[in-house]
């Protein structure tokens, strides 16, 4: 609903194709990121734990991507306005959330990559990653909501209150600051 709405959006009359798709590229990785939760908590229909995992992993390498072609198509229209949200000398209050949640997103990549060599247990990989997903959720939703430009507010606000709760009810559901316990789906 969000995409749809933001294509129908008039200010996208002024706006090149490049920055038009480094926009929808964003507006994708917000979807993207409420899709993560679910598939870890298992709310998916159809889906193994292991399957969800999976699909985890990959939705996760395709935020990536998402969020390459977000900032790369922006930094290709605008290199100083780029230059100033990346250290955080940018004017506009929704900068640093967004740059903020894509350094996050791009440790969690990494770290999520490097997570077999590193030897990281999954109690280790669990302490990692869930400061960082919130990090990523908040930074994401504070970003999108700062941003007055394409994206319809209505829906924009629908996809940001979802992706916050359904964060929040996988985070209370498998109760992932719990000091002893498994994963859905792990063994012990």
């Given at each position: 609903m969000p995409i749809a709405a933001a294509a129908l959006s008039p200010l996208l009359a002024w706006r090149d194709a490049v920055y038009i798709l480094a926009g929808f590229a964003g507006i994708i990785a917000l979807g993207l990121v409420l899709v993560q939760p679910l598939l870890i908590g298992g709310?998916?229909?159809?889906?193994?734990?292991?399957?969800?995992?999976?699909?985890?992993?990959?939705?996760?390498?395709?935020?990536?991507?998402?969020?390459?072609?977000?900032?790369?198509?922006?930094?290709?229209?605008?290199?100083?306005?780029?230059?100033?949200?990346?250290?955080?000398?940018?004017?506009?209050?929704?900068?640093?959330?967004?740059?903020?949640?894509?350094?996050?997103?791009?440790?969690?990549?990494?770290?999520?990559?490097?997570?077999?060599?590193?030897?990281?247990?999954?109690?280790?990989?669990?302490?990692?990653?869930?400061?960082?997903?919130?990090?990523?959720?908040?930074?994401?939703?504070v970003h999108a909501i700062l941003i007055e430009g394409t994206m319809e507010t209505v829906s924009k606000a629908a996809l940001c209150a979802l992706v916050l709760g359904a964060t929040i009810k996988v985070m209370v559901d498998l109760q992932v600051w719990r000091t002893r316990g498994t994963l859905r789906g792990e063994n012990r």
């Open positions: 709310y998916l229909p159809g889906l193994s734990a292991y399957r969800g995992r999976r699909a985890h992993h990959w939705i996760g390498g395709a935020l990536v991507v998402a969020v390459v072609l977000h900032v790369g198509g922006l930094w290709f229209t605008s290199p100083p306005d780029m230059i100033d949200a990346l250290t955080f000398s940018s004017p506009t209050p929704f900068s640093p959330f967004g740059v903020i949640a894509m350094w996050a997103i791009f440790a969690v990549a990494i770290i999520a990559a490097l997570r077999r060599r590193l030897g990281l247990r999954a109690r280790t990989w669990r302490i990692v990653h869930m400061p960082l997903a919130i990090v990523i959720v908040a930074g994401s939703v």
